[in-house]
């Protein structure tokens, strides 16, 4: 085969440019210039458009006060997972709503100053497309069985005021205890990116079948919550069980509210049994700090429907509460609230719940998180084991009023003087209540927020009256901006480089050509 470069080197003339060459050389050129217009078709064609923010706003109305959320997505992503994020939370001054009842009117108009705060944070143009939701929980649960007619003027002046705010109102109700356990558990899923998985996590979760999901524990001032997936399915607690379709996944999740099991009403109960076997007005309460006091209105610790039937006439109208700080005393007294003795299920938490064996990981929030991140026991790196939980707790609860309010002088009494109740509570409901043990203590994740995100039902209760969770996997092209660009940069990189080696093969230039001489 005749090899035309060879000899143009030998004859040392200069060689005249062929026609085959100039046509490669201009169909080189071609090419090059080809991949450099289609790198630049991929970038420009394919860059994230300009951010269309949307906004939605949700009010925890609590028992013991009410939140103002503020979410935000890009609009053009409403359905994937993990982009609403919180972007204020604003507390109202004073009660919660329930606390209300004696001035129904007044509910209402305690929420302004937060709708102005929201109004401040959402640009004006778009108030009117915000949509914006209140639910209320178990302290309005509690007053609709105390007083129905009070907790419905408490919500139609709430629902008054949002409806003269400039957004789009949604409305505003009481939800349930089951709701409230599962907006929590999707919440905390959700923001935690275990709905969606892509690709690797995917297969690496079908291959070693781990629990996909995080449990779910709320300890709210009135009520609390367990929501998590069980491992066997089970349909002895018909009630205890909701199905959800989310992303194209099946999940089956078991769910229950305490009502009174919330920490304030939990401490009502305590002290209502207290009463019981009293003689005179004062007690020496473990559960409080030595040197603590505090004086409390007999017919006031009987007013709520969870102390109600320990109601019985007393020869005094208040009761002086004493610390005493002896932990172990006030773990004994506080076990007493967990009723153990009757289960008509295979397992039972308490009070003859069904609670199914527990399983997997469990994101613990509200006061579960408050209490744990007071006593410095929400460590990931090095999550504390029980017995330290126990050790912690007790030494605190020794500790004299004084000391206490010495060394953590601006925390707000409240607070404060209830960590040591609040402890031992906290310990006694996971322990005695779900049998959580020192094996599977530390698969419980005490945690405040996620990302920029309060842990609590709020954003799923606004991702479901949305429509923002899917029931079926969103068509996604299967590669992200990034690697779709990386991918036709390498494409055009590879094509650019075999056309430049065909090229040198079949018309070597002459500065390669000398050394074959
Ligand atoms: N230490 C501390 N306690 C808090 C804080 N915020 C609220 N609490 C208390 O923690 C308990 C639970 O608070 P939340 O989770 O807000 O309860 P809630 O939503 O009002 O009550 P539910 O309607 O039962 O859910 C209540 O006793 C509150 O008084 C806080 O920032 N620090
Ligand atoms: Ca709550």
Known sequence: MEIPVLTAGVTGTKPKMSWTRKILLILGFLSTLAVIALIAVAVTQNKPLPKNIK??????????????????????????????QQVEVCKVEGPGISGYSHATEKAGPSLAQCLRQ???????????????????????????LENKNAADKVLSSVEKTLRSAPFNFQGARIISGQEEGAYGWITINYLLGNFKQSGWKKLLHSLKSISETSGALDLGGASTQITFVPNELSSESPENLLYFRLYGKDYLVYTHSFLCYGKDQALQQKLAEDLQTMENSSLLDPCFHQGYQRTINISDLFKTPCTSAKKKQFPFSQLYVQGEGDYQKCRRNVQKLFNKTNCPYSSCSFNGIYLPPLQGDFGAFSAFYFVMNFLNLTSEQSPAALDKVAATVESFCARPWHEVKTAYHQIKEKYLSEYCFSGAYILSLLENGYDFTENNWQRIHFLGKIGSSDAGWTLGYMLNLTNMIPAEEPAVPPLSYGSYVGLMVLCSLVLASVLL?????????????????
């Open 55 to 84: 906004y939605g706003i949700v009010l925890d109305a609590g028992s013991s006060h009410t939140n103002l959320y503020v979410y935000e997505w890009p609009a053009e992503k409403e359905n994937d997972t993990g982009v609403v």
């Open 501 to 517: 080696f065909a090229w040198l093969l079949f018309h070597k230039p002459k500065c390669l050509q000398k050394g074959i001489v």
């Open 118 to 144: 929201a109004e401040y944070v959402i640009p004006s143009k778009q108030h009117q497309e915000t949509p914006i939701y209140l639910g209320a929980t178990a302290g309005m649960r509690l007053l609709s």
